[in-house]
């Protein structure tokens, strides 16, 4: 018997009464067969003494004698004995096994599992195990190999699992700068055949399903020129070589010139030419003077440029005597003093103007 | 003609369309009035001559006064009223470069001429006081320009006289600053 501390039935039947648990059940077994203990001790200690007195005989030549001698006289009984062990292995196994048929049931309703179950200290039990031995004699391969993968896969619910895998925290787990800078792009790239994989896409179909106009309409094109450098775009142009390949008449040949010339404000323009410097500067002059040169002429010029400056001197002799704010004085007629001088004025006076009206453009 | 003074054919440019002042009016008016005694005087030689030509006897003019005043003033009235409704200008105006318009600019027409013409003789009437407003006025408009609803305005043809005047210019070789 384990006399150790943590061995049980003596510590227990020396512990001090307790009304319930394991310990209290042991030492009612132990009061209960105290005589059957103490014959299989007597026995074990007889044993013992046996074994240690055969061993001191049997080592000597003596005994080894004796045994030889022993051994061939009950070599007949040893041959009956052989026979009735076959005999007894051959007819008492289904015999056993009957009796344990029949009885097994009952023990195993006997027993309580439970009980048993809940005595076994399971993490020293585990402790006790190499779970990397017990492992490394596992042939996985094989174990592996006797799995019907396909069938397994079969049975999996694919698409609950993904439902079940976050893939927002998966994918911020990940490192896609390590993962992309450990990446040869340009090997990888060139193990692709670009052209075979563009000529398998219907960019036709690719086009229709794209709204060109909704992803123009979200680009900022201010923001794009602003990015290009145009100078630099066009110093790169070979302008020269760009007209060349312009046919300018074809080009010319399809502008609406009544078209553009009705869009250009043709009084505008006239107004931005120095038509005094044209005239003084030019042959214009000469041919002005030539067909217009004549005494009366330029005594009529005269005339009415000196009547227009003695009403100016009087207005303004007059307009100072009376105090009156210079700028305030209506100039003329609002029809006529809008507009500035010396232009013929198309949209007010030639329209209104009757027959005979119309031969000296009134200034306005 | 209130801030600017023009001070030959290239400053007055820029007085087309303003109102006339009183010496060009004048001066008109002067031109006007002398062509009417002129040309009515001529009238009345002229149908003399034709009345002595057609009788064969020495014929002499000696119709009653009113008659001949009553002439006068329709005379007067149509040298007067026909050239403005027609195109604002008599022959004396035209020759100092004004022209007669609405108030507002436009071109006058028959019934602001005729109204115009029977107004000038009452202004006369006034001893010169419907003058006044000519040289006074912020407008610029006689006793008549009021009646008629009209005025005057510098009209002539600066352009051409400012061309005229840089092409003599430059025909004479003087250099003018443009």
């Given at each position: 018997?384990?006399?150790?501390?943590?061995?049980?039935?003596?510590?227990?039947?020396?512990?001090?009464?307790?009304?319930?648990?394991?310990?209290?059940?042991?030492?009612?077994?132990?009061?209960?067969?105290?005589?059957?203990?103490?014959?299989?001790?007597?026995?074990?200690?007889?044993?013992?003494?046996?074994?240690?007195?055969?061993?001191?005989?049997?080592?000597?030549?003596?005994?080894?004698?004796?045994?030889?001698?022993?051994?061939?006289?009950?070599?007949?009984?040893?041959?009956?004995?052989?026979?009735?062990?076959?005999?007894?292995?051959?007819?008492a196994a289904p015999a056993a096994q009957e009796v344990l048929r029949q009885v097994t049931p009952g023990v195993a309703r006997a027993v309580d599992i439970n009980a048993i179950l809940s005595e076994v200290d399971v993490d020293l039990l585990?402790?006790?195990?190499?779970?990397?031995?017990?492992?490394?004699?596992?042939?996985?391969?094989?174990?592996?190999?006797?799995?019907?993968?396909?069938?397994?896969?079969?049975?999996?619910?694919?698409?609950?699992?993904?439902?079940?895998?976050?893939?927002?925290?998966?994918?911020?787990?990940?490192?896609?700068?390590?993962?992309?800078?450990?990446?040869?792009?340009?090997?990888?790239?060139?193990?692709?055949?670009?052209?075979?994989?563009?000529?398998?896409?219907?960019?036709?179909?690719?086009?229709?399903?794209?709204?060109?106009?909704?992803?123009?309409?979200?680009?900022?094109?201010?923001?794009?020129?602003?990015?290009?450098?145009?100078?630099?775009?066009?110093?790169?142009?070979?302008?020269?070589?760009?007209?060349?390949?312009?046919?300018?008449?074809?080009?010319?040949?399809?502008?609406?010139?009544?078209?553009?010339?009705?869009?250009?404000?043709?009084?505008?323009?006239?107004?931005?030419?120095?038509?005094?410097?044209?005239?003084?500067?030019?042959?214009?002059?000469?041919?002005?003077?030539?067909?217009?040169?004549?005494?009366?002429?330029?005594?009529?010029?005269?005339?009415?440029?000196?009547?227009?400056?003695?009403?100016?001197?009087?207005?303004?002799?007059?307009?100072?005597?009376?105090?009156?704010?210079?700028?305030?004085?209506?100039?003329?007629?609002?029809?006529?003093?809008?507009?500035?001088?010396?232009?013929?004025?198309?949209?007010?006076?030639?329209?209104?103007?009757?027959?005979?009206?119309?031969?000296?453009?009134?200034?306005? | 003609?209130?801030?600017?003074?023009?001070?030959?054919?290239?400053?007055?440019?820029?007085?087309?369309?303003?109102?006339?002042?009183?010496?060009?009016?004048?001066?008109?008016?002067?031109?006007?009035?002398?062509?009417?005694?002129?040309?009515?005087?001529?009238?009345?030689?002229?149908?003399?001559?034709?009345?002595?030509?057609?009788?064969?006897?020495?014929?002499?003019?000696?119709?009653?006064?009113?008659?001949?005043?009553?002439?006068?003033?329709?005379?007067?009235?149509?040298?007067?009223?026909?050239?403005?409704?027609?195109?604002?200008?008599?022959?004396?105006?035209?020759?100092?470069?004004?022209?007669?318009?609405?108030?507002?600019?436009?071109?006058?027409?028959?019934?602001?001429?005729?109204?115009?013409?029977?107004?000038?003789?009452?202004?006369?009437?006034?001893?010169?006081?419907?003058?006044?407003?000519?040289?006074?006025?912020?407008?610029?408009?006689?006793?008549?320009?009021?009646?008629?609803?009209?005025?005057?305005?510098?009209?002539?043809?600066?352009?051409?006289?400012?061309?005229?005047?840089?092409?003599?210019?430059?025909?004479?070789?003087?250099?003018?600053?443009?």
């Amino acid at each position: 018997m384990d006399e150790s501390p943590r061995g049980g039935s003596r510590e227990e039947a020396e512990a001090p009464e307790q009304p319930e648990g394991p310990g209290a059940g042991r030492r009612s077994d132990a009061d209960d067969h105290w005589g059957v203990d103490a014959a299989i001790g007597a026995a074990s200690v007889a044993a013992r003494t046996a074994g240690g007195v055969a061993g001191a005989v049997g080592g000597s030549g003596a005994g080894r004698a004796v045994g030889s001698a022993a051994r061939w006289i009950t070599r007949p009984l040893s041959r009956q004995g052989e026979d009735v062990r076959a005999r007894i292995e051959d007819q008492a196994a289904p015999a056993a096994q009957e009796v344990l048929r029949q009885v097994t049931p009952g023990v195993a309703r006997a027993v309580d599992i439970n009980a048993i179950l809940s005595e076994v200290d399971v993490d020293l039990l585990l402790d006790r195990i190499d779970v990397n031995r017990v492992v490394d004699r596992v042939d996985v391969g094989r174990v592996v190999a006797k799995v019907d993968v396909d069938a397994l896969v079969s049975r999996v619910g694919v698409q609950a699992l993904i439902d079940r895998v976050d893939v927002g925290a998966l994918i911020a787990r990940v490192d896609l700068n390590g993962l992309l800078a450990s990446v040869d792009l340009q090997a990888l790239l060139d193990r692709i055949d670009l052209n075979a994989l563009l000529a398998s896409v219907d960019l036709q179909a690719l086009l229709d399903r794209i709204d060109l106009n909704g992803l123009l309409a979200s680009v900022d094109l201010q923001a794009l020129l602003d990015r290009i450098d145009l100078n630099a775009l066009l110093a790169s142009v070979d302008l020269q070589a760009l007209l060349d390949r312009i046919d300018l008449d074809a080009l010319l040949a399809s502008v609406d010139l009544d078209a553009v010339l009705a869009g250009v404000d043709v009084n505008a323009m006239v107004q931005r030419i120095d038509t005094d410097a044209l005239v003084a500067n030019t042959e214009l002059g000469s041919l002005v003077a030539r067909s217009t040169s004549g005494v009366a002429s330029e005594a009529l010029d005269a005339l009415r440029s000196q009547g227009v400056g003695l009403d100016s001197v009087i207005m303004r002799v007059v307009n100072r005597a009376l105090r009156r704010d210079l700028a305030a004085l209506p100039p003329g007629p609002p029809h006529l003093t809008g507009p500035p001088l010396a232009l013929p004025a198309p949209n007010l006076e030639l329209d209104r103007a009757p027959e005979g009206h119309e031969d000296e453009g009134v200034a306005s | 003609m209130t801030a600017t003074e023009p001070r030959g054919p290239t400053d007055a440019v820029s007085l087309q369309g303003h109102y006339a002042g009183p010496v060009t009016r004048l001066l008109g008016y002067v031109v006007d009035q002398s062509l009417v005694v002129a040309l009515f005087a001529a009238g009345t030689a002229l149908v003399v001559w034709g009345v002595s030509l057609v009788t064969s006897r020495e014929v002499h003019w000696s119709v009653s006064a009113w008659v001949t005043a009553a002439a006068f003033v329709v005379w007067q009235f149509s040298y007067y009223a026909y050239p403005w409704a027609v195109s604002g200008r008599t022959p004396g105006m035209a020759l100092v470069g004004i022209r007669v318009v609405t108030a507002e600019g436009d071109p006058a027409a028959p019934r602001h001429a005729a109204l115009r013409a029977f107004a000038l003789p009452l202004t006369f009437l006034t001893l010169g006081i419907g003058f006044l407003p000519i040289l006074l006025g912020r407008h610029h408009r006689a006793l008549h320009d009021l009646v008629g609803g009209t005025t005057v305005v510098y009209s002539w043809d600066a352009r051409a006289a400012r061309w005229r005047f840089l092409a003599r210019q430059q025909d004479a070789g003087v250099a003018h600053p443009v």
